[in-house]
């Protein structure tokens, strides 16, 4: 979908993706609860993304993936966006190396105040030692005193379990229901979560509702969830870890090939 002439004149005098996608929704008449119920994302993230709160994300992946998402629902160009905030993050991590720079400055400064006083320190001591009068009388040794051995302390047995007193007997039917612990609740649903080893993209479907696209860094770690099913497609396999339903799963291709998954409560189909 081509964006619209009115809204190509206000990208031009913009230099940040956020005001591009609120002028974007607003034209087509749409309120963040509309564009996070379309997107599924909430829309506190929606807000940040408007308003160029971009350190309110947890990584760069997640900013990437949510802006080309949003910015694809809005009929406008991902790359364009995202080609807008790749001076900010460079910036940030020039700022970061400048601040260990002046850290790492900073403690070799005090190691250097302190090691001057040590010196003097360790002078004064060899002079007094080496002025000991030889005529000054060395004093008796102190005989060793026998410290008492402590008995052992007697532990109580721990037990994860919380014992409850027995019922009278021929009073069963009297049992307190509040003093029985209930099952805990059985989860339902898929979960997905990817540790990125290398730089690389994937596109993920949600309940074949929801797509995304995001861009992976070494490093990255997201998980997702769905109620019913999880499509997975990666174009590089090897370049990310992938545990499904909270176990492992290690995918059998070839070098070179694509991956596509589809995960449901029942296992993987690939």
Same mark, same amino acid.
């Given at each position: 979908?081509?964006?619209?002439?009115?809204?190509?004149?206000? @990208?031009?005098?913009?230099?940040?993706? /956020?005001?591009?996608?609120?002028? $974007? $929704?607003?034209?087509?008449?749409?309120?963040?609860?509309?564009?996070? @119920?379309?997107?599924?994302?909430?829309? %506190?993230?929606?807000?940040?993304?408007?308003?160029?709160?971009?350190?309110?994300?947890?990584?760069?992946?997640?900013?990437? /993936?949510?802006?080309?998402?949003? *910015? %694809?629902?809005?009929?406008?160009?991902?790359?364009?966006?995202? +080609?807008?905030?790749?001076?900010?993050?460079? @910036?940030?991590? +020039?700022?970061?190396?400048?601040?260990?720079?002046?850290?790492?400055?900073? +403690?070799?400064?005090?190691?250097?105040?302190?090691?001057?006083? &040590?010196?003097?320190?360790?002078?004064?001591?060899?002079?007094?030692?080496?002025?000991?009068? &030889?005529?000054?009388?060395?004093?008796?040794?102190?005989?060793?005193?026998?410290?008492?051995?402590? *008995?052992?302390?007697?532990?109580?047995?721990?037990?994860?379990?919380?014992?409850?007193? =027995?019922?009278?007997? /021929?009073?069963?039917?009297?049992? #307190?229901?509040?003093? !029985?612990?209930?099952?805990?609740?059985?989860?339902? /649903?898929?979960?997905?979560?990817?540790?990125?080893?290398?730089?690389?993209?994937?596109?993920?479907?949600?309940? !074949?509702?929801?797509?995304?696209?995001? #861009? =992976?860094? &070494?490093?990255? =770690?997201?998980?997702?969830?769905?109620?019913?099913?999880?499509?997975? @497609? =990666? %174009? #590089?396999?090897? +370049?990310?870890?992938?545990?499904? %339903?909270?176990?492992?799963? $290690?995918?059998?291709?070839?070098?070179? &090939?694509?991956?596509?998954?589809?995960?449901?409560?029942?296992?993987?189909?690939?």
């Amino acid at each position: 979908m081509e964006p619209d002439q009115t809204v190509q004149d206000t @990208e031009t005098m913009k230099h940040t993706p /956020g005001p591009i996608l609120r002028a $974007r $929704r607003e034209q087509r008449g749409m309120s963040l609860v509309d564009a996070s @119920e379309s997107t599924k994302i909430s829309k %506190n993230y929606l807000r940040a993304l408007e308003e160029d709160r971009h350190q309110e994300f947890t990584s760069p992946a997640y900013l990437k /993936g949510f802006l080309r998402t949003y *910015a %694809n629902h809005l009929g406008l160009d991902a790359d364009d966006l995202l +080609s807008m905030i790749e001076p900010e993050q460079t @910036e940030e991590h +020039s700022a970061a190396s400048i601040t260990l720079e002046e850290q790492l400055q900073r +403690s070799r400064f005090t190691w250097q105040r302190l090691l001057l006083p &040590a010196a003097l320190l360790a002078i004064i001591i060899v002079v007094a030692l080496l002025m000991r009068p &030889a005529d000054q009388p060395t004093p008796p040794p102190v005989p060793p005193v026998a410290t008492p051995t402590p *008995a052992p302390a007697v532990q109580p047995q721990l037990s994860s379990a919380q014992q409850l007193p =027995l019922p009278p007997p /021929g009073d069963a039917a009297s049992t #307190d229901p509040a003093t !029985t612990v209930a099952p805990p609740p059985v989860q339902s /649903g898929v979960t997905l979560r990817i540790k990125a080893l290398r730089k690389g993209s994937l596109l993920i479907t949600l309940d !074949t509702v929801t797509t995304q696209d995001y #861009d =992976l860094t &070494a490093g990255d =770690l997201i998980e997702w969830r769905a109620d019913r099913s999880i499509h997975l @497609e =990666l %174009n #590089d396999p090897g +370049s990310v870890e992938l545990e499904v %339903n909270g176990r492992p799963y $290690r995918p059998s291709v070839q070098n070179g &090939a694509s991956l596509s998954l589809s995960l449901t409560e029942q296992g993987v189909t690939p």
